[in-house]
DNA sequence: GCCAACGTTGGC
DNA sequence: GCCAACGTTGGC
């Protein structure tokens, strides 16, 4: 039997990927291809199920802030990019029979009815201890508490 | 297994 | 563009 429905933050950089881009591609989902750090790989490995909640993080923007509600659209599998020698998320390291790096596919839910940005979460003392909120966050797929996600939503309006 | 050097992230 | 924080690499 699934465990509970979890709730993870996934950050992108607007100018590569945006979440009206994600919105935009087919069937509104994507591989959420080019993650290259081990405790972000045992997340989407390890702990992600189809169904769960991702807050749509842009990082490297201005403002940096949630941007959009997606889920978890697929069960992990490994990055193809990682066996592909032109691509630049190519592991030479890694072996098709025991690979290095795993990925979910995300799929858009909701369009936030506002911005939400990464001030506004600072500035909000129920999310002090929100793993973004911390000194030096810098995963790229990170957990979300329930009680974190319910507020952030409600602050997106939703 | 230590740790210095180096690379990356990401807010500012 | 700067730089603090942090992860990875590799010599020893």
């Known amino acids: 039997m699934p465990s509970a429905k979890r709730y993870w933050l996934v ?18 989902r994507t591989l959420w291809d080019g993650v290259r750090n081990y405790q972000a790989r045992n997340t989407m490995r390890d702990d ?33 990019t990682q066996f592909d020698p032109a ?3 190519f592991d030479e390291k890694s072996k098709v029979e025991d690979p290095r790096w795993w990925l979910v596919d995300i799929r858009a839910k909701k369009k936030v009815k506002r911005f ?7 500035a909000n003392p129920k999310l002090s201890e929100m793993a973004l909120c911390q000194r030096g966050s810098r995963l790229s797929v990170q957990p979300v508490r329930p009680s974190e996600w319910r507020i952030v939503l409600a602050m997106c309006g939703l």
């Open 11 to 28: 950050k992108s950089e607007p100018d590569v990927y945006s979440f009206d881009h994600l919105w935009s591609d087919k069937g509104r």
């Open 48 to 80: 992600m199920q189809v169904g769960d909640g991702v807050l749509f993080y842009h990082s490297n923007a201005k403002p940096p802030g949630v941007a959009g509600i997606a889920e978890v659209a697929s069960k992990s599998y490994p990055d193809p």
């Open 87 to 89: 691509h630049k998320y």
């Open 116 to 122: 939400v940005s990464l001030d506004e979460l600072k």
